[in-house]
Nanobody, 122 residues
Protein backbone atom coordinates (compact mmCIF):
# COMPACT_ATOMS: atom_id res chain seq x y z
CA UNK A 1 0.00 0.00 0.00
CA UNK A 2 1.06 3.56 -0.65
CA UNK A 3 1.61 5.95 2.21
CA UNK A 4 2.02 9.71 2.32
CA UNK A 5 3.58 11.31 5.38
CA UNK A 6 3.63 15.06 6.00
CA UNK A 7 5.93 17.06 8.21
CA UNK A 8 6.80 20.66 8.91
CA UNK A 9 3.66 22.04 10.49
CA UNK A 10 3.65 24.11 13.62
CA UNK A 11 2.77 27.38 15.29
CA UNK A 12 4.08 30.56 13.70
CA UNK A 13 3.36 34.26 13.87
CA UNK A 14 1.80 36.24 11.02
CA UNK A 15 4.34 37.13 8.36
CA UNK A 16 6.60 34.19 9.09
CA UNK A 17 7.38 31.29 6.79
CA UNK A 18 7.02 27.56 6.98
CA UNK A 19 7.91 24.69 4.70
CA UNK A 20 5.84 21.54 4.58
CA UNK A 21 7.19 18.28 3.22
CA UNK A 22 5.50 15.12 2.10
CA UNK A 23 7.14 11.80 1.35
CA UNK A 24 5.48 9.03 -0.64
CA UNK A 25 6.46 5.43 -0.02
CA UNK A 26 5.21 1.92 -0.66
CA UNK A 27 4.19 0.05 -3.80
CA UNK A 28 4.68 2.91 -6.22
CA UNK A 29 4.96 2.56 -9.96
CA UNK A 30 4.37 6.15 -11.03
CA UNK A 31 3.49 9.30 -9.14
CA UNK A 32 1.35 11.56 -11.25
CA UNK A 33 -0.09 14.68 -9.67
CA UNK A 34 0.95 15.68 -6.15
CA UNK A 35 -0.56 18.49 -4.19
CA UNK A 36 -1.57 20.08 -0.95
CA UNK A 37 -5.02 20.60 0.46
CA UNK A 38 -6.04 22.26 3.67
CA UNK A 39 -9.03 22.25 5.96
CA UNK A 40 -9.50 25.38 8.07
CA UNK A 41 -11.55 25.14 11.27
CA UNK A 42 -15.22 24.79 10.45
CA UNK A 43 -14.67 24.69 6.69
CA UNK A 44 -14.39 22.12 3.94
CA UNK A 45 -11.12 20.81 2.62
CA UNK A 46 -9.82 22.91 -0.25
CA UNK A 47 -7.04 22.71 -2.80
CA UNK A 48 -4.02 24.84 -1.96
CA UNK A 49 -1.59 23.87 -4.71
CA UNK A 50 -0.89 21.02 -7.08
CA UNK A 51 1.92 19.99 -9.38
CA UNK A 52 2.17 17.47 -12.18
CA UNK A 53 5.18 15.24 -12.64
CA UNK A 54 6.17 17.46 -15.55
CA UNK A 55 6.27 20.58 -13.44
CA UNK A 56 2.98 22.31 -14.19
CA UNK A 57 1.50 23.95 -11.11
CA UNK A 58 -1.75 25.45 -9.97
CA UNK A 59 -2.59 27.49 -6.88
CA UNK A 60 -5.60 28.67 -5.01
CA UNK A 61 -6.13 32.39 -5.50
CA UNK A 62 -5.76 32.97 -1.77
CA UNK A 63 -2.15 31.75 -1.75
CA UNK A 64 -0.83 32.94 -5.10
CA UNK A 65 2.34 34.93 -4.68
CA UNK A 66 2.90 33.61 -1.17
CA UNK A 67 3.06 29.82 -1.49
CA UNK A 68 5.20 27.72 -3.79
CA UNK A 69 4.82 24.03 -4.49
CA UNK A 70 7.76 22.05 -5.76
CA UNK A 71 8.69 18.41 -6.15
CA UNK A 72 11.71 16.21 -5.88
CA UNK A 73 10.66 13.31 -8.05
CA UNK A 74 13.78 11.26 -7.32
CA UNK A 75 12.97 11.36 -3.61
CA UNK A 76 9.22 11.00 -4.16
CA UNK A 77 8.64 14.18 -2.23
CA UNK A 78 6.59 17.31 -2.59
CA UNK A 79 7.05 20.52 -0.64
CA UNK A 80 4.96 23.55 0.09
CA UNK A 81 6.90 26.71 0.86
CA UNK A 82 4.59 29.07 2.70
CA UNK A 83 5.67 32.68 3.04
CA UNK A 84 3.93 35.71 4.51
CA UNK A 85 1.62 33.50 6.49
CA UNK A 86 -1.69 34.91 7.64
CA UNK A 87 -4.07 33.82 10.40
CA UNK A 88 -6.50 32.66 7.72
CA UNK A 89 -3.91 30.13 6.59
CA UNK A 90 -4.51 28.24 9.82
CA UNK A 91 -5.64 24.75 8.91
CA UNK A 92 -4.74 21.11 8.81
CA UNK A 93 -2.69 20.64 5.66
CA UNK A 94 -2.91 17.37 3.78
CA UNK A 95 -0.61 15.93 1.18
CA UNK A 96 -2.37 14.41 -1.81
CA UNK A 97 -1.12 12.32 -4.69
CA UNK A 98 -2.38 10.41 -7.70
CA UNK A 99 -0.32 7.25 -7.85
CA UNK A 100 -0.22 4.08 -9.95
CA UNK A 101 0.84 1.13 -7.82
CA UNK A 102 2.94 -1.99 -8.33
CA UNK A 103 0.39 -3.92 -6.28
CA UNK A 104 -3.37 -3.76 -5.91
CA UNK A 105 -5.18 -1.58 -6.95
CA UNK A 106 -2.51 -1.04 -9.66
CA UNK A 107 -4.52 1.64 -11.44
CA UNK A 108 -4.11 5.29 -10.63
CA UNK A 109 -5.59 6.04 -7.24
CA UNK A 110 -5.84 8.97 -4.87
CA UNK A 111 -3.87 8.89 -1.63
CA UNK A 112 -3.85 11.21 1.36
CA UNK A 113 -1.46 11.92 4.16
CA UNK A 114 -2.50 12.09 7.79
CA UNK A 115 -2.38 15.86 7.89
CA UNK A 116 -0.18 18.36 9.68
CA UNK A 117 -1.44 21.31 11.70
CA UNK A 118 -0.41 24.81 10.71
CA UNK A 119 -1.42 27.55 13.11
CA UNK A 120 -0.72 31.20 12.36
CA UNK A 121 -1.35 33.37 15.39
CA UNK A 122 0.19 36.21 17.34
Amino acid sequence: QVQLVESGGGLVQPGESLRLACTASGSILVINTMGWYRQPPGKQRELVAAATSGGSTTYADSVKGRFTIFRDNAKKMVYLQMNSLKPEDTAVYYCNAEISSTSWPYRRNTYWGQGTQVTVSS
